[in-house]
């Protein structure tokens, strides 16, 4: 008889609207408009993901310059894009889906709205995420100014600062971490202009606390997801901080640390926003392999957001 592990398993995890929609929109357009159909940078930060779509004829580039054939659709990514880009597509009269998260571009209207009203923007988020670049490139640069830490937020200059201030956030950042920096500028700027609904969407924050409540009660935990997936690098430092040192990344190619899981009684597991489900059912099944498994689901909230595909798509 094989040795008892129990794995405490997140919910909500996984896919969210926004990737769910970004993905259905290159499988649309690719049937819609057959293959090849470019794609504008990783369309979700899952190379899984992108594989797939690869196989079935999609081609990623970073940027339109490199797209051999300007009369093939191209799709932005759901991490949204600076203005520059439709208008470079628009100049080249290339045809264009934007699959940028509705929740994304939330942001970056309200980051247009500041400018427009004579706010200074101050961006909460990582540099050189695509996001970060997106938000960035929606108004004037010396109009915005990226905060990455506790440590920048403190370093900030008033007298760099002669109008009004407005802040934002990047979608995926660990919600309490950005807590302590919007609590820093507060005191640095008490008339600061919150964003009227919270930025850090929905999905990002539903998973955070779904770890928040398991890792404390386990040995190690996993989080299915890419390096460059920014939410899944949160959940991890999520799941550190909530209790959980051993805790890890752990992306479909990658082995998986065996000898130190079946020394446990008790795993975490859950996957980022970009990860798709069938990747944590392979994780099960391959400890299955080894040992006997338990499996208890945490349910900390229920998700039934769904976002419009682009009217182009029909
Ligand atoms: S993580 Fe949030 S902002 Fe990003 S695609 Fe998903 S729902 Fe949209």
């Known amino acids: 008889m094989s040795k008892g592990l129990k794995i405490f398993l997140a ?10 929609r970004a993905i259905e929109i290159v499988e649309k357009a690719l049937k819609k408009f057959g293959s090849p159909v ?18 079935k004829g999609a ?18 990514s759901a991490h949204g894009v600076p203005k520059s880009v439709p208008k470079e597509a628009e100049n080249k009269k290339m045809f264009y889906v934007d699959a940028t998260c509705p929740l994304v571009t939330k942001v970056h209207r309200e980051t247009e709205r500041n400018n427009k009203n004579g706010y200074q923007i101050i961006l909460i988020g990582h540099k050189g995420h695509p996001e970060v670049v997106g938000t960035m490139g929606q108004i004037p640069k010396e109009n915005i100014t990226l905060v990455e830490t506790a440590e920048d937020a403190k370093n ?23 807590k302590e920096i919007i609590e820093i500028l507060k005191k640095k700027f008490p008339n600061i202009k919150s964003p009227i609904k919270e ?4 999905a990002t924050t ?26 899944s690098k949160r959940l991890v430092e999520v799941a550190k901080k909530a209790g959980c040192s051993k805790s890890q990344l752990i992306n479909f190619d990658k082995r998986l640390p065996l000898d130190q899981i079946i020394k446990c009684n008790r795993i975490g597991l859950t996957s980022g926003a970009s990860a798709p489900e069938s990747l944590v059912q392979d994780f099960i099944s391959e400890i299955k ?21 682009p009217k182009s798509l029909n």
């Open 11 to 20: 919910s909500p995890r996984g896919f969210c609207a926004g990737v769910d």
């Open 38 to 55: 470019y794609v504008r940078h990783e369309i979700v930060h899952n190379k899984y993901v992108v594989d797939n779509l690869k196989k």
């Open 59 to 76: 081609i990623f580039v970073e940027e339109l310059h490199e797209i051999k054939d300007n009369s093939r659709p191209v799709v932005f």
């Open 156 to 178: 900030i200059k008033n007298e760099n600062f002669n109008k009004p201030v407005a802040y934002v956030t990047q979608t995926t950042l660990s919600v309490d971490d950005t």
């Open 199 to 202: 930025d850090i969407c929905y």
């Open 206 to 231: 539903n998973r955070q606390n779904a770890v928040k409540h398991i890792a404390p009660l386990c040995e190690m935990f996993f989080v299915i997801g890419s390096e460059n997936s920014s939410n």
């Open 289 to 309: 392999k080894h040992c006997d498994v338990s499996i208890e689901e945490f349910v900390t909230a229920r998700e039934n957001v769904t976002f419009k595909l």
